[in-house]
Nanobody
């Protein structure tokens, strides 16, 4: 059983920043592509960012809705993947999930998931 663990969510004002973390104890995250997903109230789950495994030269990709505001990165020594979120908007309010698989492919469901962390952007 592989469980990813997200942390770092919370309540933040519009324009503020948060950094989410994703870690695991059963696998080395550097061996996997990691994706960040979110599901807002009444919305479908959407993929917002991904990073390739260490063999993929750390290639990153972002959804249009977060490009330029969010940054995904790895800290392999800590077995952690981060999602730095800046200039947050109320529409960023959602439960954020990290997921892992050998490849993150749009339209497919990664194999391993975390339990999610709530991000609320409100004044």
């Amino acid at each position: 059983q592989v469980n990813l663990v997200e942390s770092g969510g919370g309540l933040v004002q519009p324009g503020g920043s948060l950094t989410l973390s994703c870690t695991a104890s059963e696998i080395l995250l550097e061996d996997y592509a990691i994706g960040w997903f979110r599901q807002g109230p009444g919305k479908e789950r959407e993929g917002i960012s991904c990073i390739s495994d260490s063999n993929g030269n750390g290639r990153t990709d972002y959804a249009h809705s977060v490009k330029g505001r969010f940054t995904i990165s790895r800290h392999n020594a800590k077995n952690t993947v981060y999602l730095q979120m800046n200039s947050l908007k109320p529409e960023d309010t959602a439960v954020y999930y990290c997921a892992a698989d050998f490849r993150i492919v749009p339209g497919t469901v990664p194999n391993y998931w975390g339990q999610g962390t709530q991000v609320t952007v409100s004044s």
